[in-house]
């Protein structure tokens, strides 16, 4: 089986890690090289990484559709599929049609719910039960293409994406494979676009505590966006890594105030409806810690607003 891999960031790794050692990968298309950290230092992504270690072919193009060299040398390759993990562009025609038997893409959703750039952080802002791995064929849309197989893992109320991203990785890997070795026995199945939801890109406003929402609200916000989502403390930034909704109503002062300093736990703070309990955080230019451990040396009173 002879496949070209198209993906960039960690999430894509386990299923390129699979391929390597059960397929022949022709060549591996990812992202170009992007300045990160302090320094902004040109840095490699996780899928060119582990191609470099099996060296194969790769290929970084800023934008596919445009660069008629790496067209050129992909419609050379004769795959007979092209295989999408998060790989952060989409496909032209052209390229679709390239690989004998299709491009497959490995989704972080149960389509067609959530279709596009982040499903899974998407799926916990919404308290979706369930999240999952859609296997799919593509087309011109984005995420539109006929479903193959699927795999769902329940979410709790205290997954967060990060580590939701981590268990699912290896489950699209396994789908992807025996999505593979049963292609020609699958039926493949359209979507109802009418059932559809869309999970865009995560953007700044979307990292910002309203303290005016409701408690069970920010949990989720704060657990989907994780480790990002910030509040003001004394004018400083304070990126929340932790809460849990308190069995306590709200109090009549303004929301975004704090009403409890708890022993060992953290601090509690009025919200719209309900209250909600701080147990992590992250100060600005230190580790994260216990939101008790920052009580303690930003010496917080009850009453502060944040």
Not at 34 to 57: E, F
Not at 140 to 156: E, F, H, Y
Not at 170 to 190: C, M, N, V, Y
Request: aromatic share 6%; proline share 7%; charged share 15%.
């Amino acid at each position: 089986m002879k496949l070209v891999f198209f993906g960039t960031p960690e999430f894509a790794v386990p299923t390129l890690e699979i391929l390597l050692k059960r397929a022949t990968v022709l060549a591996v298309v990812t992202q170009p090289d992007r300045p990160a950290g302090r320094g902004g230092k040109l840095t490699a992504s996780p899928v060119k990484l582990l191609a470099q270690t099996a060296n194969v072919p790769i290929y970084q193009p800023e934008k596919l559709r445009k660069d008629e060299a790496v067209l050129s040398n992909l419609e050379a390759l004769g795959a007979d599929f092209f295989v999408v993990v998060a790989y952060g562009q989409i496909l032209s025609k052209r390229v679709l049609a390239m690989p004998r038997l299709g491009c497959i893409n490995v989704h972080g959703s149960l389509l067609p719910h959530y279709r596009g750039a982040a499903p899974v952080q998407w799926a916990i802002y919404y308290g979706e039960p369930l999240v999952g791995i859609t296997t799919m064929l593509m087309d011109t849309g984005l995420d539109t293409g006929a479903m193959l197989l699927k795999a769902r893992l329940p979410i709790t109320e205290d997954t967060q994406s990060v580590s939701l991203l981590q268990s699912l990785a290896p489950i699209g890997a396994e789908l992807l494979w025996q999505t593979l070795t049963t292609f020609s026995d699958l039926i493949p199945e359209a979507q109802a676009d009418q059932h559809s939801s869309y999970a865009p890109l995560i953007k700044p406003e979307h990292l910002l505590i309203n303290w005016q929402t409701s408690a069970l609200q920010l949990q989720r916000q704060i657990r989907a966006f994780y480790p990002q989502v910030h509040t003001a403390h004394r004018t400083q930034r304070l990126k929340i890594l932790a809460s849990h909704v308190s069995a306590e109503l709200s109090t009549d002062v303004p929301a975004g105030t704090v009403t409890q300093l708890i022993r060992n736990q953290g601090f509690q703070v009025n919200t719209s409806d309900g209250q909600l309990l701080i147990t992590q955080v992250h100060p600005p230019g230190k580790r994260a810690q216990s939101a008790w451990d920052y009580v303690h040396g930003s010496r917080m009173e009850v009453g502060e607003r944040l």
